[in-house]
């Protein structure tokens, strides 16, 4: 049973341009967290979202990310026209309906916008 | 909105020794999670639990509820724990609040 997948693991930009990250959740599960960890700092939450719909999108910045969940395929974290801030690890975890609070990590995707 | 606290932020120990890391949390929780991060890597989910105490081989974890504080211990230490530990705390639609970490080294 594989585990929360991520890609790309590392993934480079350069100002102004765009990145997507993807994210498939482990066999079963249809929620789906991102987070996101600045260099140095902790790890925050970003959004959460189950299948076609967003749930709680609280930690997300107002401008340039979008998050979303479709009904086939992975969960894709977009950032438009990337700045040097947005250089971080970003984590997404998933669970499943039944056994909400237990959260499964993937390995991250760190961005470097150059 | 519950304010997750960690100590010590940092850790040195010698190889063997007993390692305790603590998180008080300010509002009450359903479960805590303690994760583990390795240097550049990824988050391993150590325990997830919401009374009393569970073991995982030389890692054990305990939560009080009523006084909202859970413990992770670690026995005969390795120096293959460094890392940094993180407990999490679930709020509102599950998002998981953390705080902000407790980096361990162990040296041989």
């Known amino acids: 049973n594989a585990g929360v997948m991520q890609n790309p693991r590392h993934l480079v930009r350069r100002r102004g341009q765009e990145a997507r990250l993807r994210c498939s959740p482990m066999k079963g599960h249809s929620h789906v967290y991102w987070y996101r960890q600045l260099p140095e700092e902790g790890l925050k939450f970003m959004v959460y979202?189950?299948?076609?719909?967003?749930?709680?999108e609280s930690g997300m910045p107002k401008e340039r990310f979008s998050a979303e969940f479709p009904k086939e395929g992975p969960s894709i974290l977009r950032i438009q026209q990337v700045v040097r801030g947005d250089s971080a690890a970003y984590f997404c975890?998933?669970?499943?309906?039944?056994?909400?609070?237990?959260?499964?990590f993937g390995p991250g995707t760190r961005l470097t916008v150059l | 909105k519950n304010e997750v606290e960690q100590s010590p932020q940092n850790l040195t120990a010698q190889e063997g020794e007993f390692i305790t890391i603590n998180c008080s949390y300010s509002?009450?929780?359903?479960?805590l999670h303690w994760l583990q991060q390795h240097p550049g890597g990824g988050i391993v989910s150590l325990f997830m639990l919401s009374s009393g105490k569970k073991k995982h081989g030389r890692l054990i974890a305990t939560i009080n509820i009523q006084e909202k504080h859970s413990s992770l211990h670690i026995t005969a230490s390795h120096p293959r724990d460094s890392a940094v530990y993180i407990c999490?705390?679930?709020?509102?639609?599950?998002?998981?609040?953390f705080g902000t970490g407790t980096r361990l080294q162990v040296f041989p």
């Open positions: 975890a998933s669970s499943s309906e039944d056994r909400y609070n237990e959260q499964f």
């Open positions: 979202l189950q299948k076609e719909n967003i749930i709680d």
């Open positions: 999490a705390v679930p709020e509102n639609t599950d998002k998981l609040i």
């Open positions: 509002v009450g929780i359903s479960a």
